[in-house]
């Protein structure tokens, strides 16, 4: 799978550079976690950005930096933050790792306009191990409560492991690809999936994006997967929200945010349609099981 080969390639120079003590490491506060704030947004797991051309100027909860080239940011579950791309010396580019439901998930993404960032060539691996892999990156929030000296050799231990595992998912053969199909619709999907937790996500807003009409974007996602696209993003939500349910503490008002419903009520209508539960009631059955 020559995307997984490239990707490997990235995280391996990663390593490398963090390995020769030449890696810029950014990791932002974890202060108003899962607060909705105007044009921010928050995922309910760790994110991992690895910045490979130009930089991003990122603000979370006020706190500011910019990510030049060859740094990284760990981004804290539920911090919410924003991000402005910037061209520099070169054009602007960005790795995204993610975890969702359980999945190791890896995009690259560039600006097509000023301030719009698109991503591209997403890879799933389903292996089962992405919360395994994230937990290293969660293990970061305890950095704070360990003593000045310790700080940075813990930091580096814990991004060691979570670029040696990720790089060993990357290494493993490839299976085939289970839905080839067109490179829009793949393209959505990217989009959505870095941005399910944005409440204000719709399918004019993906197809603006895409440089597309909703229209075209809809009939080409239905032709392809089955349903349609508003469809696939309340699956997504939902699916994640049930993730969330079984393996967090959060209540259920943070995991309808952390999933981009705006409302609570809302939330548990839509959950309620798709599983035949309330998420009260899942959580409960989850773990009675």
């Not at 994110?47 to 930096?65: L, R, S």
């Not at 890879?123 to 704070?144: A, C, K, M, P, V």
């Not at 719709?202 to 895409?210: D, K, S, Y």
């Not at 469809?231 to 952390?258: C, F, H, K």
Request: glycine share 6%; charged share 20%.
């Amino acid at each position: 799978m020559p995307s997984a080969q490239n990707f490997d390639q990235d995280i391996r120079r990663i390593l490398a550079r963090l390995r020769s003590g030449k890696l810029r490491v950014h990791i932002p506060q974890r202060r108003n976690l899962h607060r909705k704030r105007p044009n921010s947004h928050f995922h309910a797991t760790p994110e991992f950005f690895i910045q490979t051309g130009g930089a991003t100027d990122f603000d979370c909860a006020g706190e500011t930096f910019r990510l030049g080239t060859g740094d990284v940011c760990v981004m804290p579950r539920g911090v919410p933050h924003a991000e402005i791309p910037r061209d520099l010396k070169t054009p602007y580019g960005i790795i995204v790792c993610m975890n969702p439901r359980d999945e190791l998930y890896l995009m690259r993404a560039r600006s097509d306009v000023p301030g719009r960032i698109l991503g591209y060539s997403p890879l799933h691996l389903g292996s089962g191990r992405g919360h395994h892999i994230f937990h290293y990156l969660d293990e970061l929030d305890n950095l704070d409560a360990l003593p000045a000296p310790h700080r940075k050799p813990y930091t580096r231990a814990l991004l060691e492991a979570f670029l040696i595992a990720t790089s060993a998912e990357l290494s493993k053969p490839a299976t085939p690809a289970a839905r080839p199909g067109s490179p829009l619709v793949a393209q959505a999907e990217a989009f959505v999936r870095t941005h399910v937790s944005d409440p204000q996500l719709n399918v004019a807003g993906i197809a603006l994006t895409l440089n597309c009409t909703a229209d075209h974007l809809s009939r080409l996602f239905h032709r392809h997967r089955g349903l349609t696209l508003s469809t696939w993003i309340a699956q997504e939500r939902v699916a994640q929200a049930r993730d969330l349910l079984e393996t967090s503490t959060y209540n259920i008002s943070e995991i309808g945010w952390a999933c981009g419903f705006n409302e609570p009520s809302y939330f548990i209508r839509i959950f309620r349609r798709h599983v035949g539960m309330t998420p009260r009631q899942y959580r409960l059955t989850r773990s009675s099981q």
